[in-house]
C-alpha cells in the first residue's frame, strides 16, 4: 500500500503533464490561426487558414478537459488552492475559447457578412492565448498558501512576469501557427506565413531567455535545481536541444522546408515545458505543495486511472485516425467546411 501511496501520485502527474503538453502542442496550432488573422486581411486567405484546422480544432480542446478534470479527481488540494488564485484568468480564458468556437462556426453562414465573426475569431484566440500564458506565469511564481488553502487576493496573479508569460504564449502559438500554415497550405497563405513565421521566432527566443533568466534569479531553489553540480551538467542538454530546435526552424524556414519549422517548433514548446517542469517538480503548487501532500486517496486515483487507461489510447487513436485522414496540403477553395 506505502508503494501505491507514492507512486500512484507520480503516475498522475505524468498524465496531467502528457495532456497538458499535447492540449498545448494541438491547440497552439489553431489558436495561432486566430492570432494570425488580422495579418492575413483577404477573404480567401483568412478561408484557407481556417479549412486548414477545421476538422482538428475542437478536437484538441479535449485535452484541456482532461488536464482540468484530472487535476479535480487527482489533486483535489491542489485543484482547491490553484483555482481561487486564478479564477478570474481561467474565466476569461473560458470564455474567450466559448467566443472563439462560437465565432469559428458562425463565420461561414455569416457571409457575406461576417467581419463582426473574423473580429471574435481573433479576438478569441489572442484573449484565450494570453490568459493561458498569465496563468502560467502565476503558477510559476507559486500562489501564496496558508494550512491547506489559498491565502492571496483576488488579482495576485496580476504581476509583470505574468504578463510576460501572457505576450510570450501569444507569440509562441502564433510561431507554431505560423509553422503550420507553411506546412499545411501553399500560394500566398503559406509564403506570408513563412515570413510571420521568420519575425516571430526572434520574439519567441528572447521571451523564452528572459523567462529562463527571470525564474532562476528571483526563486532561489530554481536557481539551485539548475546551476549546481551535478543538476547543471545533467540539465545541460535541456538548452543545447532548444538551442538546437530554434535553428532547425529557422534553417527549415529559409531553405523552403515545409515540415521541418513545424516539428521544430514543436520541439521548443515541449523542451521548454520540460523545463518548467524540471524547475518545479516535485511540487503541483510551487512551492508549497507537493504531488504526495495533494494526492487524492489511492483508492480514488486508481478508480479514475482505470477509466483513463482505458479511454486515453481510445482517444489518442482517433487523434492520429483524424489527422492522419485530413493529411496533405489545403488548397485554396478546398476545405471541411
Known sequence: MEDTSYW???????ILGVAVALYVVLDGFDLGIGILFPANPAE?????????????????????????????????????????????????????????????EFRWVAKPRHQMWDLSFAGGSIVAAFMQGVILGALLQGPQVQGDAYAGGTFDWLTPFSLLTGVGVVAGYALIGATWLVMKT???????????????????LIAL?????????AIPRIFERWF????FLVLAPIPLLTAFAAWSCWSGLHKGDDKRPFVSTIGLFLLGFF???????PFIVPPSVDIWQAAAHPSSQLFMLVGVLILLPIILAYTVFVYYTFRGKVRAGEGYH
Open 44 to 104: 480567401a486567405d483568412r478561408d484557407q487558414m481556417m479549412n486548414s484546422v477545421a476538422p482538428f480544432w475542437d478536437g484538441n480542446e479535449t485535452w484541456l478537459v482532461l488536464g482540468g478534470g484530472g487535476l479535480f479527481v487527482a489533486f483535489p488540494m491542489a485543484y482547491a488552492i490553484i483555482m481561487p488564485a486564478i479564477y478570474l484568468p481561467v474565466l476569461i480564458m473560458l470564455l474567450a475559447l466559448v467566443f472563439r468556437g462560437v465565432a469559428f
Open 186 to 204: 501553399d500560394g500566398e497563405v503559406q509564403a506570408r506565413a513563412r515570413v510571420h513565421a521568420q519575425l516571430l521566432l526572434p520574439v519567441v
Open 8 to 14: 500512484l501520485p507520480v503516475i498522475w502527474f505524468l
Open 209 to 217: 531567455a528572459v523567462v529562463s533568466l527571470w525564474t532562476p534569479i
Open 275 to 281: 523545463g518548467l517542469g524540471v524547475s518545479n517538480v
Open 228 to 231: 549546481t553540480l551535478p543538476n
